[in-house]
């Protein structure tokens, strides 16, 4: 007996999350693509010796892949599509390709394009033809606009925030595409109900740490369970890009068209009805409020979020507002108390910093090279502690009499205790510590004896009326008044081998 030979299964891929609200750009050099064996190198389920590894014949093709930042300029857009529908194109000129996964995020911008997901997986249906099932896994702050859910087979996404399970979803999506194609042509690709829901808001209100995303995600499983449905999903969706595309959308996939209908409408309405009871997930207030809440604080340490230039969400990473009022602050001087701040990116400074070695004082001029819009360049004086090159990044520790400056030639976030200790900081022994984040990462809310979130300006900025969204749906919440609107009046069936 002859044994079926796998399926031919190509990846590929473009994952970002971008801020058309950020002067920044994201080059496709930022990106980093991965091509070949490199894309399949990147997930633990499909490299050798993985879950799935000997379940297809997996074909790498190109995967970029960058933190969150500014839009992709057209052109770098333009190269990296070429690239991967070249490579597609070459992959189907050997055999007919079975499956694709694609991989991305959901929240991706390109200047003059709002729907970069979407254009990229028409093009990419364009070349490996209507036969061949393509799968996805998401991110929860991605969006999924009308042309995506039609044109991609199988949709997952995240279900939790901060995201714990974003390995696990991406095996899902290959898993859910290797299960599909096991089954007979003609039967593989499952209905899908799309459910736009005219909510817009931040990560920071919508974890699933609290009530009520607690409760609305533990139902996805639930509907994942019932008897002929596939995957379910809540996209939040992504609030720092002005896009038509961009607001809340629920999916529920599977072989029972109208079970995943009326389960998706049912969520849709659900997450409608519970609207007002989305919070921030830490106490909020102006930077002066938090900073005074944190110098009166008994207990250390105590996280302070800069939450408007959070480069994990789409900020430049270089506005220096912040740290240009704490450095500045009489009751920070006065109070006997010290602050870590990570951190400011700014190269001539750092490699400046480096060049002047550990022990030697410094005067440096930093940030605002990107976005100058809150506030010019800030003006650090102090002693270089610690200077850390690194493969792809130079950190450096500025001390001043009351702040702890960490100083890098490139962004990056600050997650992990790891990122401090490794520069000589501890941050548990903190009395203060600013990070440029949103929600606190799982590291640092276990380590925080408190924590606030401070509501300052960026690209990211937290009070999304500031930003002045003029391209979004209208109307949404909470933006705009909702009395009248029905939440699932956008809903659409995709019926897949079921009609």
Avoid at 235 to 242: S, V
Avoid at 247 to 263: F, H, I, N, R, W
Wanted: aromatic share 6%; proline share 7%.
């Amino acid at each position: 007996m002859t044994l079926a030979a796998p399926p031919r299964v190509a990846v590929c891929g473009i994952s970002l999350e971008a801020s058309t609200f950020s002067p920044a750009l994201t080059t496709a050099a930022m990106l980093a693509p991965r091509r070949g064996r490199e894309v399949l190198d990147a997930w633990d389920f499909w490299r050798d010796g993985g879950t799935l590894a000997d379940r297809a014949e997996w074909i790498g093709v190109l995967q970029a892949r960058n933190i969150a930042g500014g839009a992709i300029p057209a052109d770098d857009y333009a190269s990296l599509k070429a690239e991967i529908l070249a490579g597609l194109t070459a992959a189907v000129a050997e055999a007919p390709l079975d499956g694709l996964v694609l991989d991305i995020h959901g929240a991706a911008s390109v200047v003059g394009l709002d729907d970069m997901e979407g254009d990229l997986a028409l093009a990419v249906r364009a070349v490996v033809g209507p036969d061949c099932l393509i799968s996805s896994g998401m991110d929860l702050h991605g969006n999924v606009s009308r042309t995506l859910a039609e044109t991609v087979d199988l949709l997952t996404t995240y279900r939790t925030a901060p995201h714990v399970d974003w390995q696990e979803t991406k095996e899902r999506a290959a898993r859910n595409l290797l299960d599909r194609l096991a089954l007979p042509v003609g039967s593989r690709r499952p209905a899908k109900a799309w459910v736009p829901v005219p909510i817009l808001l931040p990560g920071e209100m919508t974890s699933t740490r609290q009530e009520p995303a607690t409760s609305l995600y533990a139902r996805v499983p639930e509907i994942e369970a019932l008897e002929g449905i596939l995957d379910a999903g809540i996209w939040i969706g992504y609030p720092w890009a002005d896009e038509p595309r961009n607001c809340a959308v629920v999916m529920a996939v599977g072989d029972d068209a109208e079970l995943a209908l009326s389960s998706a409408v049912d969520l849709a309405g659900e997450l409608w009805e519970r609207r007002e009871e989305f919070g921030f997930v830490a106490p909020t207030g102006s930077l002066d409020e938090v900073l005074a809440a944190a110098l009166a604080s008994p207990v250390t340490p105590y996280f302070i979020s800069d939450s408007g230039d959070n480069p994990t969400a789409g900020g430049a990473g270089d506005v220096t507002w912040t740290l240009a009022e704490l450095l500045a602050s009489q009751a920070l001087a006065a109070s006997g108390k010290r602050a870590i701040y990570a951190s400011i990116p700014d190269a001539a400074g750092a490699l400046a910093a480096q060049e002047a070695g550990v022990g030697a004082d410094v005067h440096l001029t930093l940030g605002a090279r990107v976005d100058d819009r809150p506030a010019p360049p800030v003006e650090v004086s102090g002693r270089v502690v610690a200077v850390v090159p690194g493969d792809d990044n130079l950190e450096v520790v500025v001390r001043t009499p009351y702040v702890d400056v960490v100083l890098t030639r490139r962004r990056r976030p600050y997650h992990l205790e790891s990122d401090f200790t490794r520069l000589g900081l501890d941050p548990r022994s903190a009395d203060i510590v600013v990070v440029k984040i949103g929600y606190l990462e799982p590291e640092l809310f276990d380590m925080a004896a408190d924590w606030m979130l401070a509501l300052t300006p960026g690209g990211v900025d937290q009070h999304l009326a500031r930003l002045g969204h003029r391209r979004i749906q209208r109307p949404m919440f909470p933006l705009d008044d909702v009395s009248s609107v029905d939440p699932v009046a956008g809903a659409v069936l995709f019926p897949g081998d079921t009609a």
